[in-house]
């Protein structure tokens, strides 16, 4: 993962993503039993609803988003649990505007890491809601971005 987080924590991250994505799997598979069963029946509203949520499991945020690397081009204002205030500002090529490091989308993107020049990685989930991004700092910290307007 490289996020900066230990070890032990990035593979409890991991177990917990695998478990999701099984969960995830087995309710796409439920969803499409009941599908062919409202079919069957003739219940069309109840078929289309349930069609809905299959594309709703089943979608990754890159499909949400197509061009999810231009959404986030930009000033985010950024906060942390611990008191921390500043400004992330991407660019198009995946660096910073002061050059301080460089990001990417990881994960089947569903994770953008900001990579700083001492090493440490700062970590987001995939995609933006409602123009804010929450994750973890290396230190462990909950952090947020919001997306300023121009």
């Given at each position: 993962?490289?996020?900066?987080?230990?070890?032990?924590?990035?593979?409890?991250?991991?177990?917990?993503?695998?478990?999701?994505?099984r969960i995830d799997q087995k309710l796409i598979e439920?969803?499409?039993?009941?599908?062919?069963?409202?079919?069957?029946?003739?219940?069309?509203?109840?078929?289309?609803?349930?069609?809905?949520?299959?594309?709703?499991?089943?979608?990754?945020?890159?499909?949400?988003?197509?061009?999810?690397?231009?959404?986030?081009?930009?000033?985010?204002?950024?906060?942390?649990?611990?008191?921390?205030?500043?400004?992330?500002?991407?660019?198009?090529?995946?660096?910073?505007?002061?050059?301080?490091?460089?990001?990417?989308?990881?994960?089947?993107?569903?994770?953008?890491?900001?990579?700083?020049?001492?090493?440490?990685?700062?970590?987001?989930?995939?995609?933006?809601?409602?123009?804010?991004?929450?994750?973890?700092?290396?230190?462990?910290?909950?952090?947020?971005?919001?997306?300023?307007?121009?």
């Amino acid at each position: 993962m490289g996020s900066g987080l230990s070890h032990d924590v990035q593979q409890l991250i991991s177990k917990r993503d695998r478990a999701v994505e099984r969960i995830d799997q087995k309710l796409i598979e439920e969803l499409e039993k009941l599908k062919v069963k409202y079919t069957k029946a003739g219940d069309l509203e109840s078929a289309n609803k349930t069609v809905e949520l299959i594309e709703k499991y089943s979608a990754k945020p890159t499909d949400i988003i197509p061009n999810i690397e231009t959404e986030l081009v930009g000033k985010w204002a950024g906060r942390s649990s611990a008191g921390w205030r500043g400004e992330y500002h991407f660019l198009p090529n995946g660096k910073f505007y002061d050059s301080s490091g460089k990001w990417s989308i990881v994960a089947g993107g569903t994770k953008l890491v900001c990579r700083w020049k001492g090493g440490k990685a700062d970590t987001f989930d995939l995609p933006p809601i409602d123009g804010v991004m929450s994750g973890v700092s290396p230190a462990g910290h909950i952090i947020t971005a919001t997306k300023l307007r121009k």
